[in-house]
């Protein structure tokens, strides 16, 4: 049996979770795989995989073996691919990780677009509030926004994006349009937190950052409820951009003080340290570097076209 059909299937059956989506994607039975995967483990000595009915999962070995298999594989089909007619393609499986609420609006939406374009390519979008841990949970790139702690993890920078102000205009016609700071402590501010959680809203005045205690009849633990009450006319809001800026290219929402904005936040991909990052997941993250660094897709209120 050919070693490389082996670590072929390995990978295909990580990628996948189990033995018969791989076997499905190779067209052989489940058994065929098995086999495969019993040979290797014979061969190396090492128990790479535990499989029950239920569940697959990499053993220590099996996940440093893993990442060694991939990249073998990859260099292989590059350098198949470089001297072939049609150049290199991108091939396996992606798995990429985004903060729930900007995954659903800038990420799901360019995963068709992507692929289109890479039909070699599959790709699993886990969409999440929380840290995913990359490198133990087998993720190949996380978007993430605002500051980065330091780690051993690489990051680039997509493109900036910045937190207003917004209210509906019906809103504003009823209250007035507040023009300074001081002005917010007269007005209905939507709250996120809960009570003593609530920290303010950030803003630059005079060169300096400086935050600002709000105050108002509504609050909310959930970002998306916030944005409906504002779209409501229930008060003003401070809101990313890349949430709201469908509404306000759409004048359902306004924004304000826009002279003492904080300064923009980042939008990053990160990825684990690696050599050779697999052809995948470089395309992809230019992808949506070359998405977002386009003036107009932020124009639109990030509406992929």
């Known amino acids: 049996m050919s070693h490389l059909k082996q670590l072929e299937t390995f990978v295909a059956v990580a990628s996948r979770g189990s033995l018969s989506a791989a076997a499905s994607a190779e067209g052989v039975a489940p058994a065929i795989i098995g086999r495969r995967l019993t040979a290797l483990e014979e061969r190396l000595g090492v128990k ?3 499989r029950t009915t239920r569940k697959l999962s990499l053993t220590f070995e099996g996940a440093a073996f893993l990442e060694d ?3 073998i594989l990859n260099d292989l089909h590059n350098a198949e691919a470089s001297v072939s007619a049609g150049g290199v393609k991108a091939s396996g499986h992606l798995r990429i990780t985004a903060p729930a609420g900007y995954g659903r609006r800038h990420v799901a939406p360019l995963v068709p677009r992507f692929l289109e374009a890479h039909p070699d390519v599959s790709l699993t979008l886990d ?3 929380r840290v995913v841990d990359l490198v133990n949970e087998g993720f190949d790139c996380a978007i993430r926004l605002g500051d980065l702690p330091d780690s051993s993890l690489v990051s680039i920078r997509l493109a900036d994006t910045r937190r207003v102000v917004v ?5 504003l016609a009823r209250h007035g349009t507040p023009a300074t700071l001081d002005d917010l402590n007269h007005a209905n501010c939507l709250s996120f937190g809960a009570g003593a959680a609530q920290r303010g809203w950030v803003f630059q005045q005079d060169g300096q950052t400086v935050m600002v205690k709000i105050a108002g009849t509504m609050e909310c633990t959930d970002g998306a409820v916030l944005h409906e009450w504002c779209l409501q006319g229930h008060g003003l809001a401070w809101r990313s951009w890349w949430e709201v800026g469908q509404d306000i290219a759409a004048g359902r929402l306004v924004t304000v003080l826009d002279a003492y904005a904080a300064p923009p936040i980042g939008i990053h991909a990160v990825f684990p340290q690696r050599k050779h990052l697999p052809l995948r997941v470089r395309l992809f993250i230019d992808f949506l570097k070359n998405t977002y660094g386009n003036p107009a897709y932020w124009r639109r209120g990030g509406m992929a076209s």
Do not use: G, I, K
């Not at 209210?167 to 809103?171: E, G, K, L, W």
């Open 48 to 50: 790479l995989m535990v």
């Open 69 to 71: 298999c991939q990249r």
């Open 127 to 129: 969409l999440s509030d």
């Open 167 to 171: 209210a509906t205009p019906d809103y």
